[in-house]
């Protein structure tokens, strides 16, 4: 049910166009973020609002959204999201990756591989991946002006230096189409050879940092690394404990506090269209005993 | 190579009415070391920072010798100039915490020049950092502390082979050793005396101190008022100054 107080998905036309623009921008220069005049949004930063722009700029009445929270459907903050744009926009939602048209995400990209009818859009907290090693941004922005990136890899060699292996997991810098380096947002490097030559459109949006960027369909991207420490995408060896994927990225959820603990694949949707296809993990029971 | 590598000509920088530096003009030969002294406040370094294209000079021509030949500083792009400043110049600060990433370790400090033109193998690159820290004479065994933990001294010295490592033609130094106890003082201008004789440096070298300039330089200018007032041979004019200011200089510094 939409409610009739608000404009189409929440922002007025005015705002999607600027928005539109910024995403057209970001689009035609991979991997450049783009300032936009990010709004204030009915939710705090942190909790989405440069995706929740992004997706507001997008929908139209027709789609089909989904939104997930580390791989989730039913957290709190893709629960909120999803309730916001029932409300504002009245489209129709669901949790199935291959109904969606476009999905709103925070930290992860689903298992299911993407298609070319699908918008993932990502929500960010810091889109500059030399921030914490230049906190200047009029230099940082000059350095993604004359592709200087060496300093990126100043990272990843403390890293090796402090831990003997890339410890980064999460938020692993990538070079866009040999040109910009760019932070994923904190997916786990697990999700990293995902980004790469998708055929869904890739948009990610920092609301309080006021930036939109974006993949284009079949982009090339590649994980940053160094020749004798190459890049691997890593995740807990382990299967999942309720539908047995072993190629999944994995959640680990303590049990008790006698240190017992499962592996469960963090993204639901994958994980429960596994087990409806009747797929049972080492702790998998049937569906129907879990509800109970 | 035949030629000077940097031929400066009437170099003039003026913060509005006031002057920084005026009519500066001097050619550096490879393998020469130019002491640059001046009291506080008399322009040297604004001359410093408009040779290494910190700063933008009011007027005249700053030309390198480029591996491609010569070209004027002042017309190269943004790029191209900060190209060169990660290759061919270094430039070495009076404060280390100018010159380091504080937050980075001694390995991370060196490797990051080498990573900035391509360098891509962890090994290679942590085994040239190892060199370099030797080479500058910090322990092999520092090379994963940051430089919050080390000494003023080491500091400085880090800096200096942060800056060496990727083999540099032409080194800006802006008072090395300001901020350092004398006996600090004496090994790092071993150090640098060696350095700079063994890897064939060109130096500009700022500095208020005439003992740094009676080591290191072979040449001396002296600055007044944004002015060059003398320029010769190191000795020469350490030794028989012959422009007031230059003998008020020389005087003043006392004899232990």
Redesign the interface.
Known sequence: MTDHAYNFAYLDEETKRMIRRAILKAIAVPGYQVPFASREMPMPYGWGTGGVQVTAACLTPGDVLKVIDQGADDTTNAVSIRRFFQRTAGVATTEATTEATLIQTRHRIPETPLTADQILVYQVPIPEPLRF?EPRETETR?MHA?E?Y??M??KL??D???HGEIATSYAYPVKVGDRYVMDPSPIPKFDNPKLSDSPAIQLFGAGRESRIYALPPHTRVVSLD????PFTPSKADHACDLCGAAESYLDEVITDDLGSRMFVCSDTDFCRTRREAGQVGRLGGTLEGEAA | MSGPLLQVRSLTKTYGARIGCADVGFDLWPGEVLGIVGESGSGKSTLLSCLAGHQAPDAGEVIFATAEGPRDMLGMTESERRRLSRTDWAYVHQNPRDGLRMGVTAGGNVGERLMAVGARNYGSIRETATDWLGRVEIAADRIDDRPRQFSGGMQQRLQIARNLVTGPRLVFMDEPTGGLDVSVQARLLDLLRGLVRQMGLSVIIVTHDLAVVRLLADRLMVMKSGRVVEQGLTDQVLDDPQHAYTQLLVSSILQV
């Open positions: 090693l000059k004359l200087e060496g300093l890899h100043v060699y403390e090796i230096a402090r160094f020749e004798d420490h």
